[in-house]
């Protein structure tokens, strides 16, 4: 059964910094391509950033030079580094083997201003 676990979300003010993690089990996660999402109150899930199993990076716009993608893979572990962070970062952060329909429960990020 797999299963995605995020972490490390919580209250931070506007230019501060964040480190989510995800713990994956249940995949063969050295093997894949994982990505973290994001979803305001209101607003669709939005894609901010994606990293393959050899470590090749890809940011949204909203997301490049302010976050940092990587992965442990002898931790099954992916994270998300949020730097500078501003009050339209307030959302749900979740993780994903990209390109399927698994996500984990997601970890609350507030940037009050």
């Known amino acids: 059964q797999v299963q995605l676990v995020e972490s490390g979300g919580g209250l931070v003010q506007a230019g501060g910094s964040l480190r989510l993690s995800c713990v994956a089990s249940g995949i063969e996660f050295v093997r894949k391509t994982m990505a973290w999402y994001r979803q305001a109150p209101g607003k669709q899930r939005e894609w901010i950033a994606a990293?393959?199993?050899?470590?090749?990076?890809n940011y949204a716009v909203s997301a490049a030079g302010r976050f940092t993608i990587s992965r442990d893979n002898g931790k099954n572990t992916l994270y998300l580094e949020l730097n500078r962070l501003m009050p339209e970062d307030t959302a749900g952060y979740y993780c994903?083997?990209?390109?399927?329909?698994?996500w984990g429960q997601g970890t609350q990020v507030t940037v009050s201003s």
């Open positions: 990293i393959s199993s050899v470590g090749h990076t």
């Open positions: 994903n083997e990209l390109g399927t329909n698994i």
